[in-house]
């Protein structure tokens, strides 16, 4: 079985279906890219999987057990979100802590893994700084070591990178690749970028309309594309 299994997912709000009977499956330590046009339900997707949105059909299989009816803060899913989503009258530091208190660990008994994850997203120093006094790649790593200190078997991105500016963009995009490699984490990166999606991923999940019209290796996604919508979103890369 696959590290993550996703069966006949389906997630409507009232009478709209955003998505109807989704399948995938990645293995431990992939890093796979959802992308596709804005309003396609990525954002909706990820959030289904998080369990901050309920799913009205279908299963999630994490590691060989069904996660489906688990609650979000027994999911261990870590999710960062585009808009950073940090408490600005907060330091970096109870911030990155704020995901251990929910789980009943205090600050004080989790020096060590605060210290680690400031190193390891470059923000030593940065501890007492408020969100404001950092800059837009600064806070999306504070949202990023929130997320990893505790230690999630899936970390899910949605456009991370999308409110910052090129170069920020490029040394962000990077550090992901770096720590994801580094803690072998299991990612699902959302983006509507086919460039950063081409240069990323390990496997692309092409979404149009509430379905994954294609799923591949970058590669084959580019040179195979199984349908018009596939090549013209993935030719407009170059
Ligand atoms: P994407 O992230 O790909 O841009 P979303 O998942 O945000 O797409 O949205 C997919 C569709 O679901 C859109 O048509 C959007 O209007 C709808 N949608 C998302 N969230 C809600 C909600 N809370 N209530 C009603 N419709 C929603
Ligand atoms: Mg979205």
Request: contains cysteine; proline residues 3%.
């Given at each position: 079985?696959?590290?993550?299994t996703?069966?006949?997912?389906?997630?409507?709000?009232?009478?709209?279906t955003v998505?109807?009977?989704?399948?995938?499956?990645?293995?431990?330590?992939?890093f796979v890219?959802?992308?596709g046009?804005?309003?396609?339900?990525?954002s909706?997707?990820?959030?289904?999987?998080?369990g901050?949105?309920?799913?009205?059909k279908?299963?999630?299989?994490?590691?060989?057990?069904?996660?489906?009816?688990?609650?979000?803060?027994?999911?261990?899913?870590?999710?960062?979100?585009?808009s950073?989503?940090?408490?600005p009258n907060?330091?970096v530091?109870?911030?990155?802590a704020?995901?251990?208190?929910?789980k009943?660990?205090?600050?004080k008994?989790?020096?060590?893994?605060?210290?680690?994850?400031?190193?390891?997203?470059?923000?030593?120093?940065?501890?007492k700084?408020h969100?404001h006094?950092?800059?837009?790649?600064?806070r999306?790593?504070?949202a990023?070591?929130?997320?990893?200190?505790?230690?999630?078997?899936?970390?899910?991105l949605?456009?991370?990178?999308?409110a910052?500016?090129?170069?920020?963009r490029?040394?962000?995009?990077?550090?992901?690749?770096?720590?994801?490699?580094?803690?072998?984490?299991?990612?699902?990166?959302v983006?509507?970028?086919?460039e950063?999606?081409?240069?990323?991923?390990?496997?692309?999940?092409?979404?149009?309309?509430g379905e994954?019209?294609?799923?591949?290796?970058?590669?084959?996604?580019?040179?195979?594309?199984?349908?018009?919508?596939?090549?013209?979103?993935?030719?407009?890369?170059?």
């Amino acid at each position: 079985m696959s590290y993550v299994t996703i069966n006949k997912l389906s997630k409507c709000f009232g009478e709209v279906t955003v998505f109807e009977d989704i399948e995938f499956t990645i293995e431990e330590g992939e890093f796979v890219t959802l992308l596709g046009p804005s309003g396609c339900g990525k954002s909706t997707l990820l959030r289904t999987l998080a369990g901050l949105d309920k799913a009205n059909k279908g299963e999630i299989w994490v590691d060989g057990v069904d996660i489906t009816h688990t609650q979000a803060q027994h999911r261990e899913i870590g999710m960062v979100f585009q808009s950073y989503a940090l408490f600005p009258n907060m330091t970096v530091e109870d911030n990155i802590a704020f995901g251990l208190k929910m789980k009943g660990i205090s600050k004080k008994d989790a020096k060590e893994d605060l210290q680690k994850m400031l190193a390891l997203v470059e923000l030593g120093g940065k501890e007492k700084c408020h969100p404001h006094e950092l800059s837009g790649g600064q806070r999306q790593r504070v949202a990023l070591a929130r997320a990893l200190i505790v230690k999630p078997r899936i970390l899910l991105l949605d456009e991370p990178l999308s409110a910052l500016d090129a170069k920020i963009r490029k040394n962000l995009r990077q550090q992901i690749l770096d720590i994801q490699k580094e803690l072998n984490l299991t990612t699902i990166f959302v983006t509507h970028d086919q460039e950063e999606a081409m240069l990323m991923s390990d496997r692309i999940f092409l979404m149009n309309q509430g379905e994954i019209v294609q799923q591949g290796n970058p590669e084959d996604i580019y040179t195979k594309p199984v349908n018009e919508f596939v090549a013209s979103f993935m030719g407009n890369y170059n």
